[in-house]
């Protein structure tokens, strides 16, 4: 059986016109011989009235922290409704079409209620729908724990449903459409010029997508590599080929440009916050364990780590900042916080091991005048932390240092 994932983002779903061009690419997929599966976000975005942040803000004005388990119950019901409006305009389009939720395609998750891992996928009832020939639409970015109880999938999510149930099915092609042209180069929000890159592996999009590219997420990439089922995101809207993602090593065609092309994107994550905590001559050797034990045993997760004898450095998520800081007050540790920041990271598994990038970096920053707050790098990546104010500026010129906009020729080996 010849099995096609198609999954379609929330603004591809979003109203009877944009539907209208999914119907396209699934009439499509049917014609050309396959069994479809077709997984759904829920409708629109931020403001449309069953996009997931809309349903978030129903229970907002709560004061009482609304638990996680119900919570889930909510935000599943995003996607329920997105499928089965699509599924009649599939019918009413004159094709055969079937919904079922995360939990009855067989997805079973831990109990991580908000932020729940795909344990194990059982799809025996999509196999006798598409023994039926039905085409299958899946709700995204949910399933159940093994007692029954729903769980989603954490933001982005419904990404992560196609690659499960692609792996679960062998399917030929896991597609993830959405409203840009494929992985780019850096966010065509803040680089109008941005490439799309024609072909990358599974581990740089890991790595680009752990890094703020939000073309996809990260665990779907992780997922689809572990059965090696390509990948190929595209846009809903037109015909270009997209990004296919794929093992092995991308090689360039022309030997000219690999020294230009040691960075595959520029990605950059918002809304974080750096805090100093400072124990110079308080004598208090075991103050920077206590500070990661307090930010711990409050599940605060803390990136971009600095120790020192005198002080520890790190970044928090703005959404956490407030209790991170009375946690350390509390606690005799008083903070210096620095709000409004972004990590901006140029990443590459091209640059292993080559000397000078640090250096570029710096120049195309410095000498935009962006203050670098502090810098990490892996064998892979280098990260920056900038002023929020100073985000757009930084990635326009590590984008144009590395000249990312030049057109390439990607294969993969
Ligand atoms: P969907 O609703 O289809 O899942 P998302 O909003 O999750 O769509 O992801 C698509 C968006 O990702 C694009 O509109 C784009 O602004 C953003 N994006 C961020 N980084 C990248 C990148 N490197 N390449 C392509 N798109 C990116
Ligand atoms: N609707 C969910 C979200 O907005 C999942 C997804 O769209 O992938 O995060
Ligand atoms: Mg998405």
Same mark, same amino acid.
């Given at each position: ?5 198609q999954?379609? $983002? ?6 009877k016109?944009?539907?209208k061009?999914?119907?396209?690419? *699934?009439?499509k997929?049917?014609?050309d ?8 976000s ?6 449309d ?12 004005h ?9 919570m ?16 009649s305009e ?9 919904c ?9 998750? &831990? ?5 729940? !891992?795909?344990?194990e996928?059982?799809?025996?009832? #999509?196999?006798?729908?598409l023994?039926?020939d039905? #085409? ?5 970015f949910?399933?159940?724990? !093994?007692?029954g109880?729903?769980?989603?999938? $954490?933001?982005? $999510?419904?990404?992560?449903?196609a690659?499960a ?13 959405? &409203?840009?042209?494929g ?5 065509? %929000? ?26 996809i ?14 990948? %190929? +995101? ?12 794929m093992s092995?090593?991308v ?12 960075i595959? =994107? ?7 916050s750096? *805090? ?8 208090d ?11 711990a ?7 971009f ?7 520890? *450095?790190?970044?928090?998520? &703005?959404?956490v900042?407030?209790?991170? +800081? ?5 606690n005799?540790?008083p ?12 990443? $590459?598994?091209?640059?292993? =091991?080559?000397p000078?990038?640090?250096?570029? #970096?710096v ?20 990260w920056?932390? +900038? ?5 757009k ?21």
């Amino acid at each position: 059986m010849k099995v096609i994932v198609q999954k379609f $983002g929330g603004s591809s779903v979003a109203t009877k016109d944009s539907r209208k061009a999914v119907i396209k690419k *699934i009439a499509k997929a049917k014609n050309d011989g396959y069994k479809v599966v077709v997984v759904v976000s829920a409708m629109g975005r931020s403001g449309d009235p069953y996009a997931t942040d809309t349903l978030i803000d129903l229970v907002k004005h709560s004061r009482a922290k609304m638990k996680t388990r119900e919570m889930d119950l909510l935000l599943s019901c995003g996607e329920i409704i997105s499928a089965v409006v699509l599924c009649s305009e599939l019918e009413e389009a004159g094709f055969s079409a079937s919904c079922l939720t995360g939990p009855e395609a067989g997805i079973i998750t &831990d109990d991580n209620h908000g932020d729940a !891992r795909v344990l194990e996928v059982h799809p025996a009832e #999509i196999q006798e729908l598409l023994n039926q020939d039905e #085409i299958v639409i899946v709700t995204g970015f949910q399933g159940k724990t !093994r007692d029954g109880k729903i769980t989603t999938l $954490g933001r982005g $999510g419904s990404d992560t449903t196609a690659s499960a149930i692609g792996v679960a099915l062998e399917a030929e092609m896991i597609e993830i459409y959405t &409203d840009v042209d494929g992985v780019k180069t850096a966010d065509p %929000r803040m680089v109008g010029e941005a490439r799309t890159l024609e072909k990358v592996t599974y581990n740089e999009l890991c790595q680009l997508a752990h890094e703020g590219a939000k073309v996809i997420h990260p665990r779907a990439v992780e997922i689809a590599m572990q059965r090696n089922i390509p990948l %190929r +995101v595209r846009n809903t809207f037109n015909d270009h080929p997209g990004t296919l993602v794929m093992s092995g090593e991308v090689k360039y065609e022309q030997p000219t440009k690999i020294k230009d092309s040691l960075i595959t =994107g520029i990605t950059h994550i918002t809304n974080i916050s750096q *805090i100093k905590v400072s124990f110079k001559n308080t004598g208090d050797a075991g103050a920077a364990l206590k500070v990661f034990k307090l930010m711990a045993d409050n599940s605060i997760s803390v990136d971009f780590i600095y120790t020192s004898p005198e002080e520890v *450095i790190f970044t928090v998520k &703005d959404d956490v900042v407030e209790t991170a +800081v009375s946690v350390l007050e509390e606690n005799g540790l008083p903070p210096v916080v620095r709000g409004n920041c972004a990590k901006v990271a140029a990443v $590459g598994a091209a640059m292993t =091991g080559v000397p000078g990038v640090m250096a570029k #970096i710096v120049s195309a920053l410095v000498s935009n005048d962006i203050e670098i707050l502090q810098s990490s790098d892996s064998y892979t990546s280098i990260w920056c932390l +900038v002023d929020r104010d100073d985000l757009k500026k930084a990635i326009q010129a590590l984008h144009k240092q590395f000249n990312l906009h030049e057109t390439v020729q990607e294969k993969v080996c």
